[in-house]
Every structure is written in C-alpha cells, then in structure tokens.
C-alpha cells in the first residue's frame, strides 16, 4: 500500500500570520492547505481520504459555494490542483478510485465528489444527517446540497462500532481489504470522523477538522494562532466535544506518537512534512 499526500486547493484567508502562523503580515491574506490522502491499494483500486475543492467549483464557485466562504477563504481555484487532475498526473484516471472516505461534508472537503463517478462514498451516518437538516444559516453555507450528485453511492456508518485506541464508534469501511476505518471525531460537525490507516506496523490518523494548527496537539504548551482558534469556534456544532477529542488526540499522540501519525486538513507544516516523508509525488508544486 502506497500513501500520496495532495494539497487539493489552497484557500487564502483574511489576516495572514494571525491565521497561519507563517505569512510576513498581519493584513495580507494567510496559506492552508486542503490535505486529502491518495492510498493506492493492493486489491480495492484507489482509495481516497477527502476531495478537497472539485472541477465544477473551479470552474463555478459562485453556484456550488457560499459568497460569505468565497469572500473570508478566498479558495486559489487552479484546475491543475483538483484531486482528479493530480491523481491523472500520477498515472491513473478518476474512474481508478473506487472509494472516498469523506472526514465530513463540509463545502472545501466534498467538492470533488462529482469528479469520481464509479467511487463509492463512505461517511458517518450523523453527519449525513446533519447536512440535509441544513438546521442554521451558517449549516446552509457550510453544506452544499449541489457538491452531493453523487448521494446514490453513499455508504453511512451508525455512531456505534469498534473501539481504537481508546476511541468508541470506530467502523472499518466495507469493502476494503486494507484496515482502514472512520474514527468518530465529533464537535467541528455533528457527525465529523478521523480516517485512520493501517501503515505497516503503525497507522496514519487524517483527523480532518478536528484541529486546525499543528501545534495545538503540543502534550505540554499547546497552542492555535488566534485566527484559526476564532474559526473553529465559529465553526464548531458541540464545543465541548471538539475541545474533548482535542485532548484525547494530544493524548494519543504523547501515547502513541511512535505507532500513530496524526495530521489535520488545513496546516501546511503537517502537510509538507508528510509529502517529504514520502517524496513528492505531484508532479506539479501543490502549495500550500
């Protein structure tokens, strides 16, 4: 089994270094990445963890996404750094991923699904639930009913399951040969999940959205920049949960942290560091 890891369209958010910790100025507009995983299987074709933006919001954004996330994250839409145009530059064809399993569905991780017809797509049950509860106005921005043609090929998995780690709820996905499983993550959405990969003797944890900025899983000076720690609270569904498996995740990784790799969606540290491990498989700079 082979990883890629892929910066599937930065987004450039107002306040710069108070957002990531790494721009020059305060005013000037930050730099995240959209960290989805390629895994090329032995026997189950591509699998892959998220979409990140998609064809029809590069070349749409103003049908498919909301003017308030357009206008605050400020997307770079480059065509050449969908999901499906990276994976073609790797060698394969979109029809290749027979599976996406999403961390949620929310608009800058579901955009791609559209783009990968034949793939079946794994999520949490609540966080099917939720989207098509549209229960807020901010859910009604965050969830985009017209990412979701392909609803027919979803699979949903019940909050109930295995435990990993310490973690209840875990379901493996079906039709995988290789152990890979949702891992219940709840709090920046109601029905948010980690996707945990089995790597040889250790495992990947994609913890999506469950933080936002490496540091804040620090085991003794955890830290967020205050940009992204406003934007988790805006977007949170159940603080106490995120703020719990937050600990939990710092917990595993000062428990674990030689069997375990974490990383989140959105921190261009975590993702290059990662691409590094593994070579730089895309063929054209992904930046974050």
Known sequence: MRLHHLNCISSCPLGGHLMDGRSDCLFCRGTLCCHCILVETDRNGLVLIDTGFGLRDVHAPRTRLSAFFLSLLKPDFKESMTAARQIE?????????????LTHLDFDHAGGLDDFAEAAVHLSRPEREAAARQSTRLDRQRYRPQQWSSKRRWKEYPATGDTWFGFQGTRAIEGIHEEIALVPLHG???GHAG????????WLLQ?????????????????????????QWMMEKNRKARLRNQLRLRALRREHGGE???????DPHEF????EQVGRTVLEPANP
């Open 89 to 101: 530059r790797l060698g394969f064809q979109t029809r290749d991923v027979r599976h996406i399993v």
């Open 188 to 190: 920046h959405t109601l």
């Open 195 to 202: 996707v945990a990969v089995r790597r040889g003797a250790g």
């Open 207 to 231: 913890a999506g959205d469950a933080y936002f900025y490496h540091q804040e899983l620090d085991p003794d000076r955890p830290r967020c920049t205050p940009g992204l720690r406003f934007y």
């Open 260 to 266: 375990i790799t974490i990383c989140c969606s959105h």
């Open 272 to 275: 290059e560091t990662l691409r």
